[in-house]
């Protein structure tokens, strides 16, 4: 294991009926005035809505609600809910959704408070910032991003075209609400999108220096058989608790820093999704599952002995017969074999992309740190791209 | 996965170098005087007292020491260390060494503090308790008990000869420093027990309930499969850092609450180990190593799925041609077989049982919570210490 520093300070509380058992209690240790977020509406129609606002009202909450987060959560979306966090002297941001609602409330938790330009001084620049932001609380019902146990915020600057992320510790949520009984009402595209972005997590931190045997990986290919196996059983049978809870827990364990430890993550193929995202607009979970298989098929052969554990233990493959190549890539036509298995699409042009998308500018506008196994020039960026679409 | 609620507090710096570069400044977050616990003295033999002493020194610390706690920490030894704490107005203890050492500093910050009789009140009794201990930070020297992040504490009450823990999560150290070169020194035959220790943590979670699929049992199988290899690999060459840091970290994994999780552990053998060590003052690990694949021969029959999942997915031995039962038992022996590779013993003779033992007295003794899969009475427990013996 190479040196690190751990720490996590949020709380989660798990399982089924945790906020109706929960909340009220938890939001009592914060002052009056609740900054209530959430996405599209659908915690209107699942009954989300009604048992968060139960609660709330239970403790004596003053609410004020921020809705319409969107997939992507913009920079101007942040700044819109700060601007009315600061009006309100909202004392506790409560985000109740996925990974988009989760990061908008992260990044308005700060922008609320920092007295700048936040975009600058910590998204585009990555400086030091230095300040405690607004208590947030999560309630999350989908599972995917992770992003309830870390200080993670993902967000999308639409006039620079820049979709980036970073976690800053002190933006964990102070608590975590987790029903798994929530996820049952997510529509089958966007539960195994969600999957898909868990494994992703999972797999780009696996395929990260060092390649030595540490307990990190070893964790990483326990995690990744179970999201294969869970989500199988959650296509096969939505209202499968045990597959239900098992993906949320994968979720959280892919992000809550335990597999990175040691690690020196590269994240080359998040990075490549979060420009196609800056300009297509499209799902992340969909976004990673086109580029992965493709993404590999360029690396793997400088990564053979990982990409050969990765078939062996994690794909159950048999090395018999095989040289450590064939053996590296069956793992990652495994893989591909998987995303179609789950019906995830496999070309850009399912993601929007046509004849007039602009994939060198895409390409082009990619930053990427230096990869654990290559260097990926813009050229290559922009032939894996082609490749996909 | 089983609803939980979890939280961990500490915070974790782990790798060559980090007590210089990190001591005095965490240090320095806390009042004057700190009290410096350790074992034996040979952390003065192997320069880690010193590199202790000028990091405290460093940050102007007025340094009470207390030290000379034994293997399996009495309570007498805690009121001793408490009443030191309580004369001196110790702002900060910092436990240097292995797990006897971190639980007998977590008794003496709650007992420096406490406000009765906390042996009564807390590991007798079992109550609840609400109380903040004094702040401890901790220098681990030993991979084996997991105690740096956790608030548990196994304490031996010589005067009703019981040795029991219990965690409470307020007695997390604020801070472990964790050194893998540390371990280097620690003898052979210590390192062996320890590394036991963290197998039979593993385990012991992995076999309690609930059976189902559930991430907690996926990790606790990677963790396992893990602490075979790099105690192998540790014993070949001791000075592996590779290893030496895994064991270090699965030793920390074993016992941070990630893999316990949804789980409801029972920790039969620990139990009737606990009472061993409390009528022999034997070795943990080494109680451990000659009590499991005896208790394990005695309820695998109740669990064969678990047991199966056990011998394949732990110990990599082929379904092929074997009943159920035969490949549960086969993963038992292979566990006994280990045992036997890395030097444990495997009789109680061995740690010191005699003749004029009272094998009865102490299977009367063992208090055990109801087992995952099979109800332990008094007589079986005897039959398993007399098969031990």
Same mark, same amino acid.
């Given at each position: ?9 949020? #709380? ?48 004596? #909450? ?6 319409? /987060?969107?997939?992507?959560?913009? @920079?101007? #979306?942040?700044?819109? +809910?700060? !601007? ?12 109740? +959704? ?15 408070? @920092? ?45 620079? !075209? ?11 949520? *102070? ?12 529509? #089958? ?8 972005? /868990? ?42 608790? /045990? ?10 364990? +892919? ?18 999704? =979060? ?22 098929? =360029? ?6 002995? !990982? ?52 994939? *060198? ?12 196994? !290559? ?15």
């Amino acid at each position: 294991m190479n040196n690190f520093i751990f720490e996590n300070a949020t #709380k989660v509380y798990f399982g089924k009926g945790c906020v109706k058992e929960y909340l009220a209690c938890l939001s009592s240790h914060y002052g009056q005035t609740v900054l209530l977020a959430y996405g599209g509406g659908s915690i209107k129609k699942n009954g989300v809505y009604d048992e968060v606002m139960c609660s709330l009202k239970k403790a004596g #909450k003053n609410v004020i609600e921020f809705s319409g /987060i969107m997939a992507n959560p913009t @920079y101007a #979306k942040v700044l819109e +809910g700060a !601007k009315l966090a600061r009006e309100n002297k909202v004392d506790l941001i409560l985000g109740v +959704g996925g990974g988009s609602v989760m990061d908008c409330c992260k990044a308005i938790s700060m922008a609320a408070v @920092y007295d700048g330009d936040i975009w600058a001084d910590f998204w585009a620049r990555q400086g030091i910032v230095d300040f405690e932001p607004l208590p947030l609380g999560v309630v999350v019902t989908v599972a995917g991003t992770g992003s309830e146990m870390n200080g993670g915020a993902v967000i999308t600057n639409e006039d620079v !075209k820049v979709k980036t992320g970073r976690d800053y510790p002190r933006c964990n949520p *102070k608590f975590a609400l987790m029903d798994p009984a929530y996820t049952y009402s997510v529509p #089958k595209q966007q539960m195994v999108s969600g999957g898909f972005d /868990i494994l992703s997590h999972i797999m780009e931190t696996y395929f990260s220096e060092p390649n030595e045997e540490n307990v990190s990986d070893d964790i990483s290919e326990a995690l990744m058989r179970g999201v294969i196996r869970d989500l199988r059983a959650a296509i096969e049978n939505p209202e499968d608790y /045990i597959a239900r809870s098992n993906l949320m827990w994968e979720s959280t364990m +892919g992000e809550n820093r335990i597999i990175k430890l040691g690690k020196r993550m590269d994240f080359e193929c998040h990075q490549m999704e =979060h420009q196609l995202g800056a300009y297509l607009d499209c799902n992340h979970g969909a976004g990673l599952a086109v580029l992965h298989p493709v993404y590999y098929r =360029h690396i793997y052969r400088e990564g053979l002995p !990982k990409f050969r554990k990765f078939a062996v233990n994690v794909w159950g493959i048999s090395s018999e017969g095989k040289t450590e190549e064939e053996l590296a890539r069956a793992g990652v036509e495994a893989l591909a074999d998987f995303i179609r298995e789950i019906g995830l699409p496999v070309t850009l042009r399912e993601l929007g992309a046509d004849e007039s998308t602009d994939l *060198k500018a895409i390409a082009d506008s990619c930053n990427l740190a230096p990869g654990s196994y !290559k260097k990926m020039t813009h050229e290559e960026i922009l032939k894996i791209f082609q490749e996909c679409y």
